[in-house]
């Protein structure tokens, strides 16, 4: 338990440090910690179930603390601020975070997460969001953003994200409901740094690799003219 603490926090603060630097910055970190899917790709091998997450937030005068809460395992972490919650009275405020154990796929969407529930005892403050990090495998395509749904059928709305340490999503303004969250894009268009066709990335390696097959080709002839050049000035 401390050691999902300990990532959770390590969560935050990366998130919180990305959004004060330019994207690349953490290009060159290593690979991530396996992702623990619902519905794992077949090219994940062995893998653990998601973690659920629980959390019990204090109130003092009035007041919920600053806290987060997070899955045991790391993959979901929400932030909330001092005064997040309206508190009605209420001397504790619990959160509660659950996997779904189905990967909804909504119409024109490609979520690349997991999905998770996430409720609470007391409504947040709109006036103070909650921060949301999801991390994600390198086993699929980057997300482009984190959507939440009051219901997994749908629909799912899109909110402003961005990324946060090397394999996060972060959103930018937070979260002022409760519900279901996971990240992904929109399937109508190709998922962020794939290889497209029409205007897209393929031409150019198309390109590359037609110039190296052009280049190999050509070395023989070139080594053979040489050779005969040699020859004559002999």
């Known amino acids: 338990m401390k050691r999902a603490a300990a990532l959770a926090?390590?969560?935050?603060?990366?998130?919180?440090?990305?959004?004060?630097?330019?994207?690349?910055?953490?290009?060159?970190?290593?690979?991530?910690q396996p992702y623990n899917f619902t519905c794992p790709p077949p090219q994940a091998g062995a893998n653990i179930k998601p973690s659920s997450g629980h959390a019990d937030i204090p109130v003092r005068?009035?007041?919920?603390?600053?806290?987060?809460?997070?899955?045991?395992?790391g993959q979901l972490v929400m932030g909330f601020l001092p005064g997040a919650f309206v508190v009605g009275g209420k001397t504790t405020i619990t959160v509660e975070i659950k996997p779904l154990d189905t990967c909804p796929q909504p119409a024109g969407l490609r979520l690349v997460t997991n999905a998770y529930h996430v409720t609470a005892s007391a409504a947040l403050n709109p006036s103070k969001?909650?921060?949301?990090?999801?991390?994600?495998s390198n086993l699929e395509p980057d997300p482009a953003e984190i959507y939440q749904a009051?219901?997994?059928?749908?629909?799912?709305?899109?909110?402003?994200?961005?990324?946060?340490?090397?394999?996060?999503?972060?959103?930018?303004?937070?979260?002022?409901?409760?519900?279901?969250?996971?990240?992904g894009y929109k399937s109508s268009s190709p998922p962020p740094g794939s290889v497209t066709v029409g205007g897209g990335q393929i031409l150019p390696i198309l390109v590359a690799v037609l110039i190296v097959v052009v280049v190999l080709a050509g070395l023989p002839l070139a080594i053979m003219r040489r050779r005969q050049s040699g020859d004559r000035e002999d």
């Open 150 to 183: 009051s219901d997994p059928g749908g629909p799912w709305t899109a909110l402003p994200s961005q990324p946060g340490q090397p394999f996060t999503i972060v959103t930018k303004q937070g979260t002022a409901t409760f519900g279901y969250f996971a990240a």
């Open 61 to 73: 005068v009035g007041v919920s603390e600053a806290d987060s809460a997070f899955t045991d395992d």
């Open 129 to 136: 969001p909650a921060n949301l990090v999801l991390r994600y």
């Open 9 to 32: 926090i390590a969560v935050i603060a990366y998130s919180l440090a990305a959004w004060m630097v330019a994207p690349g910055f953490y290009d060159g970190f290593g690979p991530p």
